[in-house]
C-alpha cells in the first residue's frame, strides 16, 4: 500500500518512509534541547521580517557545525504556547549542511508553499519533528540535526550528506494547530445500502463495519457521519486522520491505524493516496467521520495492493476520522 513521494523537495528527502496509500502511522518520540542559547548555533543569525514570503538571510557563522543532541536557538521570539508533539505546524524551513554551510533545499524558492508537519509523525527524519517541539507561532529559530536523528551511519548520497554530517535547519513557523486524539460528535446513520458503523469501544479503538448482503456499488460512494465544526480541507495540505480499511466482498480488515494505536499523515488532493482519497476528502470538515466505499478505479486498480490482501476486482470500505488539516 505505498505511494511515492514524486519530488525531490524538502518533504521528498527528508523522510524516512514513502507514503502510505491510507497514511503512514506511528508517533515520534524525545524532544529538543530546550537550552536558550545553542553552543552549536552560537554564531547562527538570520535577518529580515517573518512574514512567510521574504527567505530570510541566513549565516551559520564558523563551520564545520556538530552537535550530538538536537540543540535550538531562538532567532525571532514567537507568540502563543509553545508547541507540543500532539500539534500540527505549518513552516517554512531552509536546510544546511553543518559540515561546509551548503543549502541542501532552500524551502523559500519560487513556487514552494508552507510545508505542514504534524509533530507526531514518522514520515520525517526523527530530528525535524523533535526539532520544531517548543516551537511558536510568529517564531523563526535554527536547529541542529546530529546524524543519529537524521541518517544515521548510511548519511544520504543524494544529498550529500555524510554519514558524520550534521544538518542545520532554518524554521519560520507560520502556525501552530494542536490536533486531537479522537472526534466528537453524534453520528448519524448510514446511508441505505452502504455499511454500518459502530463504536463499541469508543472513539479511540477500532470501528466495527458491517457490510450490507447486496451488491457493491460500481462508482465511489460518500458519506459523513459525523459534521466536523473545524476548518475546510484544502488540496495539499497535510491531513491527520484516523481510520480503518474493510474489504467489500468479505468485511476483513486490511489496513487500521486505530489498530495500530496511532493515527496517520499524509498529502490529500496532490496525487500521493488513492484516487478516492483525493476526491472525497478535500472539502470535509475537520473533525469529521467519513464513510468511503471506493471501487477499484478509485482505489489500487487492477494490480491490487496491500501485499496480495486486495484483489485487483476489490472494493474497499473506509471509515475516516478527520482530526486536523496543516
Known sequence: MRLTRPSLALVAVLSLTAVAACGTTGTST????T????????DTTATGPVDFKTAPK???GKTPISSTEIERKVLTPGTGTASTKDDALKVWMT?????????????FAKGRTALGVWLGSKNYIPGITKGLVGAKANERLAFTVPPKDAFKDQGNQQLGVKPTDTLVFVADVQSVTPVPTSIDGTQTPSPAGL???????GPTKAPTITIPKTAAPKETKQATLIEGTGATVEKGQTLIANYQGVLWRDGSVFDSSWQRGAA????IGSGQVIPGWDKTLVGKKVGSRVLLVIPPADGYGAKGGADGKIKGDDVLVFVVDILGAV
Do not use: I
Open 264 to 267: 496517520a499523515d499524509f498529502p
Open 35 to 42: 537550552a536558550s542559547v545553542s553552543t552549536a548555533l552560537k
Open 30 to 33: 524525545g524532544s529538543a534541547t
Open 195 to 201: 455499511p454500518t458503523v459502530e463504536f463499541k469501544d
Open 95 to 107: 536546510v544546511y549542511n553543518g559540515s561546509d554551510g551548503k543549502q541542501l533545499d532552500d524551502g
Open 58 to 60: 541566513v549565516s551559520l
